[in-house]
Nanobody, 120 residues
Framework: QVTLVESGGDLVQPGGSLRLSCAAS????????MGWYRQAPGKQREQVAIISSGASTIYADTVKGRFTISSDNGKNMVWLQMNSLKPEDTAVYYC??????????????WGQGTQVTVSS
């Protein structure tokens, strides 16, 4: 059994910053990649940022230069530093990870989500 738990969501003013955290726990043998997705009301879930086990990163164009993803493979954690937040960043942010839960194959796991609201 593997679980992902996010934290750090909050209400913040435009131009502000937030740092989201995600911790993976359970029977984890290996993590291939971790990432963050978000879903705003009435919209589809979209990829925000991904980081591989080798620390390669991919960002959505809408967050490049403002958000930074980082991870600690030893602690099975991933963070998302969000700066210069805009109202359009308002969404539920989900943690995602490709994990080999001691089965020999990778499977995608999701957290329960954390709400980020950017508003004055």
């Amino acid at each position: 059994q593997v679980t992902l738990v996010e934290s750090g969501g909050d209400l913040v003013q435009p131009g502000g910053s937030l740092r989201l955290s995600c911790a993976a726990s359970g029977s984890i043998f290996s993590i291939n990649a971790m990432g963050w997705y978000r879903q705003a009301p009435g919209k589809q879930r979209e990829q925000v940022a991904i980081i591989s086990s080798g620390a390669s990163t991919i960002y959505a164009d809408t967050v490049k230069g403002r958000f930074t993803i980082s991870s600690d493979n030893g602690k099975n954690m991933v963070w998302l530093q969000m700066n210069s937040l805009k109202p359009e960043d308002t969404a539920v942010y989900y943690c995602n990870a490709d994990i080999d839960a001691e089965t020999g194959t990778y499977r995608t796991y999701w957290g329960q989500g954390t709400q980020v609201t950017v508003s004055s």
